[in-house]
């Protein structure tokens, strides 16, 4: 597991996918975008590699065809145990200093809180104030945020943007990606162009959309110290404090993509995104790293980086390392770590070794953070979980409330070239955050929010698993090792505030189901057409979903990401 997650993760940045089996979809595409835009097309998330910086690999090893690199990670908040780490012991922290009208961009006010519509959820969202205090303010959510691929690219037209020509075209970038099918299968929720400073205002809107949420913060991935992603880098950490100064951004420096072996380079670059306010401390000033394949150096290499942060910069740190393989290593970082995280499986099944790993960090009086996932789906590496439509994303939530964890990564944000995206996204809207957000909630409060409104999810695939492309890709994906085994199927999840009769239609079959109040899973073998679910409680309609991408026998491309809907949204 260890050398497979190495690999997929050192050729995440490179790999901007282009999908050659977009062919025959181009009219729905562009119908959906302009749908987006006409309705205002708010709130959403990303980042990708861009095509307009001077791009550095994220893998060291094993790129992806001509594909550059990236920069990024954000942040949390403050944790509840564990050892000091070289930190000066009761380092006053850092006040925010007064928020004031952000007059970078023009638009929306960078402080409006860009709430959800009324009715979005199945229960009421607590306050930000009760999530974020007493215990609930210790128990912190982050999202792990992927600068190649933000919300615009280039401030153009959703339906002609750099996203819609190179990204989702299979022949875009001078076919570059052509082998795989494309580099993405999915983008951020199309925005309008903006005036002013469109890069920093889209940041704010992301902020805005995962505060929303409940999210505490972004794990700002550190794709490399110059160029366009550390500027983006940078951009998010003033982003974030403009729209909450409680909004952290925790630093994750990415040891699969930065090129320095010199501790003192690395401690430097750490230290100019930790003066900023946003930057995610501990109560007692300690400035907070985590390091993705923390393994990748030594114990005595993040030492030294450590020792220089505070004799350079006067900056205690809080060492959090993220393993791709934690029992290997945990007990050498032991030592110089306040916590340990692990990037996680992406399947269902295999989940009870985040049980093992929670116990073990905290039995050695470490906090821990746990990966939440949704799916994941790399064309450009051959390779895909089978995430069992909501399940993986209800299992690793469930795994992370039932093993204690102290803090909660979202794995991802916005990684597009993976397909793990939780933001707002074209083809899964805010369904996969709606879900989040209630599982955030029972993670933060310790209760079961109450469900106060019928709501319906409806996920699957736009095509069998065992489809075979028509168009030119070659490289095909196959399950991951330790992956459930591939399935076919339509899941209805329903939240219910009484028992129900759920109809549904798949293609030409239709069916029926009886639903008890709270949660319920309902699979439906995948069918050719479109997809539908409809709450009917005392002859009435109560709440109806329908999934806008029709499934095909035949298809161009492949794409193995489930598509999802909500019927809280329009």
């Known amino acids: 597991m260890a050398a497979e997650r190495r690999t997929e993760r050192q050729a995440r940045h ?21 749908g987006f835009l006409l309705a205002g097309a708010f709130a959403a998330t990303g980042a990708v590699w861009d095509p307009f910086a001077d791009g550095a690999g994220r893998s060291a090893s094993a790129p992806a065809p001509g594909a550059p690199g990236a920069p990024g990670a954000p942040g949390s908040a403050e944790p509840g145990a564990g050892p000091t780490t070289g930190a000066p012991s009761g380092t006053a922290v850092p ?19 860009a709430p959800r519509p009324a009715g979005a959820l199945p229960f009421d969202m607590p306050q ?32 002609g943007d750099y996203y819609t020509r190179n990204y989702l075209e299979p022949a875009g970038e001078s076919g570059k990606h052509e082998r795989y099918g494309g580099l993405l299968r999915d983008r951020p929720v199309p925005v309008p162009p903006k005036g002013g400073d469109w890069e920093y205002a889209n940041l704010q809107q992301e902020v805005r959309t995962a505060r929303a949420a409940g999210i505490d913060g972004f794990t700002l991935d550190m794709l490399s110290l110059s160029g366009k992603n550390w500027e983006r880098s ?49 109560g007692d000033g300690r400035l907070v790293v985590s390091p993705f394949k923390a393994e990748a150096k030594s114990a005595q290499w993040w030492t030294q980086v450590i020792a220089a942060l505070r004799s350079k910069h006067g900056i205690g740190t809080a060492f959090v390392p993220l393993f791709l393989d934690f029992g290997a290593h945990s007990g050498e970082f032991a030592p110089i770590s306040h916590g340990f995280s692990e990037w996680g499986s992406r399947s269902y099944v295999g989940q009870e070794s985040s049980t093992r790993d929670a116990e073990r960090a905290h039995d050695m009086g470490k906090l821990w953070m746990q990966p939440v996932s949704v799916q994941d789906a790399r064309p450009n590496q051959g390779i895909y979980d089978e995430a069992g439509n909501t399940a993986t994303l209800r299992s690793t939530w469930q795994h992370a409330i039932d093993d204690g964890a102290d803090w909660v990564q979202l794995t991802t944000w916005n990684d597009y070239s993976e397909g793990s995206q939780f933001a707002p996204s074209l083809h899964n809207g805010y369904a996969y955050l709606d879900l989040t957000s209630y599982y955030l909630t029972r993670f933060k409060t310790g209760a079961w929010p109450k469900v106060v409104r019928d709501t319906l999810y409806l996920t699957a695939r736009t095509q069998f698993a065992a489809a075979d492309p028509t168009g030119t890709q070659s490289l095909m994906m196959a399950p991951r090792k330790g992956s459930a ?10 939240f219910l505030t009484e028992p ?47 999934l806008p991408y029709p499934v ?8 193995l990401q489930y598509y999802a809907a909500t019927s809280g949204r329009e």
Do not use: C, W
């Open 234 to 282: 940078n951009l998010l950490m003033e982003a974030a404090r403009s729209v909450d100064p409680a909004f952290k951004i925790m630093l994750m420096p990415d040891m699969t993509s930065l090129k320095t072996d010199d501790p003192g380079v690395l401690a430097d670059a750490l230290a100019a995104l930790g003066k900023a306010p946003a930057a995610h401390r501990l």
């Open 128 to 159: 930000q104030a009760a999530l974020r205090s007493g215990a609930a303010g210790k128990k912190l959510v982050f999202a792990h945020y992927f600068t190649p691929y933000p919300l615009s690219l280039d401030n153009a037209p959703a339906d």
């Open 500 to 546: 129900g009769t759920v109809r549904t239609a798949v293609g030409t079959a239709t069916g029926s189901h009886e639903a008890a109040a709270g949660i319920h899973s309902e699979l439906l073998p995948l069918r050719a057409g479109s997809a539908s679910a409809v709450l009917v409680r005392d002859g009435k309609a109560r709440a109806d979903v329908e």
């Open 552 to 559: 095909d026998h035949t298809v161009t491309v492949q794409d």
């Open 95 to 113: 006040e925010p200093a007064p928020k004031t009208p952000d007059k970078r961009a023009t638009g929306t006010p960078a402080g409006s809180g």
């Open 14 to 34: 490179p790999s901007h996918r282009r999908r050659p089996g977009f062919r025959g979809r181009g009219p729905l595409l562009a119908l959906l975008i302009s």
């Open 485 to 494: 085994a591939p399935r076919d199927t339509v899941e209805v999840l329903s």
